[in-house]
Nanobody, 125 residues
């Protein structure tokens, strides 16, 4: 059974940093594109970032570009999201996602086959 397990969420003040991790198990995700989505209270789920199978290509939502960095450790089947200069509007549940396409960079949630359970990030002002 495929599992994506996020960790690293928490409470942080505006301007602070957090690093989210996503550990994949159940199969080798080395050929998968991986990414992150988030959902704030009362809002729709939105794309945050995605990374290609090798880590050579990354894509970001405009709202996080320059502040967030997605990376992956293929050997560890783990994806990371480094979040710097956090803002209150970054408060959301963050979900790790995966799709069996090596270079997929789409922002459509429906295209991703695998989802984690989510980790909460709260940014106080």
């Amino acid at each position: 059974q495929v599992q994506l397990v996020e960790s690293g969420g928490g409470l942080v003040q505006a301007g602070g940093s957090l690093r989210l991790s996503c550990a994949a198990s159940g199969r080798t995700f080395s050929s998968y594109s991986m990414g992150w989505f988030r959902q704030a209270p009362g809002k729709e789920r939105e794309f945050v970032a995605t990374i290609s199978w090798s880590g050579g290509s990354t894509y970001y939502a405009d709202s996080v570009k320059g502040r967030f960095t997605i990376s992956r450790d293929v050997a560890k089947n783990t994806v990371y999201l480094q979040m710097n200069n956090l803002k209150p509007e970054d408060t959301a549940v963050y979900y790790c996602v995966g799709v069996d396409r090596p270079y997929y960079s789409g922002a459509s949630a429906s295209e991703y086959d695998y989802w984690g359970q989510g980790t909460h990030v709260t940014v106080s002002s």
